[in-house]
């Protein structure tokens, strides 16, 4: 079973082979919380101290372990790995030629127990956040010298079973134990060290296409499990299409909580980008002054459609619908009406019908996605509308919407204003959303 784990790990790119590193003697794993508490010694077998720490070095080879510090707080003393090597008795012996230099914990380097033991991350994966608890290293043996390199990280029981039980068994036992239990790690090649982030976390590499492939609830979910630094931190990393995606999707007070801790200029991009029903109603849960300053960053024509829809009550139909949808005219051919929605601006997996409308925006019919691509592009649209078609007033309550919907099966329900021009859609999304909050 063991072996099996393994082979799939290794498929996944989370566990090398040791004989895969070029020009090594006798490579051996070693485990951050076993290696801690070391004794360090002379040449000469005289005690200098404990290893407290191990150190990596933001940028192109972060996977090396570039400092082994030892020593007291106020006088600690730090080496490469090239300068240490491990005596038959397991202790960590200082070579003749090394040159160990005074450390200072405010130096701009990752420290893997300060900075990554019981930290959260993101595991893109399994798409939820994490605790690392026990890093995995490789001694190896190039020419060039001894390295210590990171391989992965436990985020597993494995990892807090071998916490749990240093010092109440020999190494090797206590090694002997946790393998017993499956390990859960994630290979260092997806650890990427975020030097901006004031609380000095670690997250997975998400580059934008890999967020991108992540679907907005899933970056919700994550957003939602990590502590405010963390999450401003990764929220301010995505762009604004993905940011506004993954906004709608979290829980209102998060929304507002993200929304002011940036920018007025970042939240109106990312509002341009949401829909406006859902841009209206954060903004609505936002103070006037910010609320303002935002819509001021806003441009033009996304401004005044989330204004008029900050006019209608929440809890209305109107309040519930967008106005992102696409209407054609009356006298359009298929052809004229696959254009629209090839040129339609949001997204268009939220679209399931077009609406005919007159000079007047009057509606006066409804075709179904479905019926128009499988038509001849010379047919006119009017022919496919359906026979009869649902909408309701802008001021309905959000529950007799709501029973519109499961009375008549619908995707998406049109809303009309008092002389029948259609002012907004209500899409299925939209109640679901309010039935969950009425839950």
């Known amino acids: 079973?063991?072996?099996?784990?393994?082979?799939?790990?290794?498929?996944?790119?989370e566990l090398r082979d040791p004989k895969e590193w070029k020009g090594l003697a006798t490579p051996h794993l070693v485990h951050l919380s076993l290696l801690l508490g070391t004794?360090?010694?002379?040449?000469?077998?005289?005690?200098?101290?404990?290893?407290?720490?191990?150190?990596?070095?933001?940028?192109?080879?972060?996977?090396?372990?570039?400092?082994?510090?030892?020593?007291?707080?106020?006088?600690?003393?730090?080496?490469?790995?090239?300068?240490?090597?491990?005596?038959?008795?397991?202790e960590l012996r200082l070579r003749g030629d090394a040159h160990p230099r005074s450390f200072s914990l405010a130096?701009?380097?990752?420290?893997?127990?300060?900075?990554?033991?019981?930290?959260?991350?993101?595991?893109?994966?399994?798409?939820?956040?994490?605790?690392?608890?026990?890093?995995?290293?490789?001694?190896v043996f190039p020419e060039s010298g001894t390295e210590l390199r990171t391989i992965e990280v436990e985020v597993g029981t494995r990892g807090a079973i071998r916490r749990l039980l240093k010092g109440l068994a020999s190494r090797r036992?206590?090694?002997?134990?946790?393998?017993?239990?499956?390990?859960?790690?994630?290979?260092?090649?997806?650890?990427?060290?975020?030097?901006?982030?004031?609380?000095?976390?670690?997250?997975?590499?998400?580059?934008?296409?890999?967020?991108?492939?992540?679907?907005?609830?899933?970056?919700a979910d994550i957003l939602e499990d990590l502590a405010p630094a963390q999450r401003e931190a990764i929220f301010n990393l995505l762009d604004e299409e993905v940011a506004a995606e993954a906004l709608e999707e979290v829980e209102p007070k998060l929304q507002k909580q993200l929304v002011e801790a940036m920018d007025s200029e970042r939240a109106a991009d990312i509002?341009?980008?949401?829909?406006?029903?859902?841009?209206?109603?954060?903004?609505?849960?936002?103070?006037?002054?910010h609320s303002e300053a935002i819509l001021e960053e806003m441009e033009p024509e996304e401004r005044q459609e989330v204004k008029d829809l900050l006019e209608f009550e929440e809890n209305s139909a109107a309040g519930r619908m967008t106005t992102n949808y696409i209407a054609v005219p009356m006298d359009s051919t298929v052809a004229q009406a696959v254009e629209a929605l090839r040129n339609f601006d949001d997204d268009p997996e939220t679209v399931t019908e077009i609406y005919l409308v007159d000079e007047s925006g009057v509606l006066h019919g409804v075709v179904p996605l479905a019926r128009l691509l499988l038509?001849?592009?010379?047919?006119?649209?009017?022919?496919?509308?359906?026979?009869?078609?649902?909408?309701?007033?802008?001021?309905?309550?959000?529950?007799?919407?709501?029973?519109?919907?499961?009375?008549?099966?619908?995707?998406?329900?049109?809303?009309?204003?008092?002389?029948?021009?259609?002012?907004?859609?209500?899409?299925?999304?939209?109640v679901i959303a309010f039935m969950r909050q009425q839950a």
């Open 39 to 90: 004794p360090v010694v002379d040449a000469a077998g005289h005690t200098l101290g404990r290893l407290r720490e191990l150190a990596v070095t933001p940028g192109v080879r972060a996977a090396q372990v570039t400092e082994m510090i030892w020593g007291p707080k106020n006088a600690l003393q730090a080496v490469s790995p090239a300068g240490l090597e491990q005596t038959p008795s397991g």
């Open 173 to 219: 036992m206590v090694d002997r134990i946790a393998a017993q239990i499956p390990s859960n790690a994630i290979s260092w090649d997806f650890v990427d060290l975020i030097e901006v982030d004031p609380a000095r976390r670690v997250r997975l590499k998400i580059s934008h296409e890999r967020l991108a492939q992540l679907h907005p609830s899933d970056i």
């Open 375 to 430: 038509a001849i592009p010379e047919t006119k649209v009017a022919v496919l509308s359906e026979s009869g078609f649902v909408t309701c007033p802008a001021d309905m309550h959000d529950k007799a919407v709501a029973e519109l919907f499961d009375r008549y099966n619908l995707y998406a329900l049109p809303v009309v204003d008092e002389n029948r021009k259609l002012v907004g859609v209500v899409n299925a999304d939209h």
């Open 1 to 13: 079973m063991q072996a099996n784990d393994q082979k799939e790990r290794k498929k996944h790119g």
């Open 107 to 139: 130096e701009p380097l990752l420290l893997l127990d300060r900075d990554l033991m019981d930290q959260q991350i993101i595991d893109v994966h399994g798409r939820k956040v994490v605790r690392v608890n026990d890093v995995s290293l490789l001694w």
């Open 271 to 289: 509002m341009e980008e949401m829909d406006p029903s859902a841009a209206a109603d954060l903004l609505g849960e936002l103070g006037r002054e």
